[in-house]
């Protein structure tokens, strides 16, 4: 056996549950439960630009695997299966020891199978395709939100942020705050039994990858209508307290990597989405309306008078 096929049947392979065929093949094979739609989302992440060339190993397995879960979770689909493309600059047991332990330990707690991917030689990076089923029809989607909408958060905003510049040595976070501000950022919780059960409750809904105004800005321009925010009840992580207030602004609004979830739902539906919320665990907060007007979202201060945000969030082609 190859080094490269070695690698792949050492730390990848693992028995299929609902798979047809998994690792091992050309292709793997699927079959979608009746009466559903597959949804499908595809993320990379490479050294130096989404993770330190230095990071925990059995951390970034998680969160590889993280990412594209909250991406399953924006559109209240259900996940089933994966496929991991691996660069590698070299075989390193240990770090792929480590990478496959995290990995794994959220693929099985997410019902999640590897099903198939590469392997290649090259600066370290990963691409990663998930696969979720959701009812025909149901998914939640940014085109789905109506003027009048509450918008709302899962979780607090900006601890990823924060922790990425404390890391940077650009702010300081007190020591009680640190332990839980880095585990935002290296191992972000997707939150896939809340996103499932917003369907047929919420309109649209996306995940706070880039920071939360670029990000709802996705559903006004798909939705093709305004959003408005209210600054003071957008729940801050712990973390942003203790720093300066343009600082908690940035970070809570355009930091990203929160991984939390943004959706839009009707204001009948305040009581059922608090039931949801409790059920799953996760505080919900409603921080704002869905307007008609052109697409674009305005940050209200306490005062009702807009704000002047000059960052939006985080752009790979924007220097």
């Given at each position: 056996m ?9 730390y ?22 009746h ?5 499908i989302?595809t993320d ?12 925990d190993s ?10 594209n ?13 994966v ?7 070299s ?20 019902g ?6 590469d392997t290649?030689?090259?600066p ?7 696969f979720g ?14 003027a009048?909408?509450d ?7 900006g ?6 510049k ?15 501000a880095?585990a935002?950022?290296h191992?972000?919780?997707p939150?896939?039994?809340?996103g ?5 409750v ?8 880039d920071?939360?105004?670029a990000?709802l800005s996705?559903?006004?321009?798909r939705s ?14 712990p ?7 343009e600082l ?6 355009a930091g990203?990597d929160?991984?939390e ?16 919320g ?9 921080i704002?309306?869905?307007?008609a007007?052109n697409?674009h979202?305005?940050?209200l201060?306490?005062?009702g ?11 790979h082609?924007?220097p």
């Open positions: 190859t080094p490269e096929f070695n690698l792949i049947a050492t990848f392979t693992r028995p299929t549950q609902r798979a047809t065929l998994g690792v091992g093949d050309d292709c793997a094979l699927i079959a979608p439960a009466g559903c739609e597959l949804a989302s990379t992440l490479v050294s130096g630009t989404h993770f330190f060339a230095n990071a059995f951390k970034l397995g998680h969160k590889a695997l993280a990412v879960l909250s991406d399953l979770a924006a559109m209240g689909a259900l996940p089933r299966y496929t991991l493309a691996l660069t590698l600059p075989i390193n047991p240990a770090w792929l020891d480590e990478f496959a332990r995290g990995f794994f330990a959220l693929a099985e707690s997410s999640v199978e590897l099903i198939g991917g290649t030689r090259g370290l990076a990963m691409t990663l395709t998930v089923e959701v009812a025909a029809g149901k998914a939640l989607r940014r085109d789905r939100g109506l009048g909408d918008i709302w958060v899962s979780g607090n905003l601890g990823a942020a924060i922790a990425l404390h890391l940077q040595e650009s702010a300081a976070i007190p020591k009680e705050h640190i332990e839980s880095l935002c950022l191992t972000p919780i939150r896939n039994s809340l499932c059960a917003l369907v047929g919420a309109n649209a809904a996306i995940d706070i990858s920071g939360l105004i990000d996705h559903i006004c321009e093709g209508l305004a959003a408005a925010v209210n600054w003071p009840t957008v729940p801050q992580a973390a942003l307290r203790s720093v300066s207030p908690a602004l940035t970070c809570a609004l990203g929160d991984y979830l943004c959706f839009t739902a009707r204001e009948n539906r305040r009581e059922e989405i608090a039931t949801i409790n059920s799953a665990g996760v505080a919900l907060t409603r704002g309306k869905m307007r007007g697409p979202v305005t940050v201060d306490a005062h008078e807009p704000m002047n945000i000059p960052r939006a969030g985080f752009d082609f924007t």
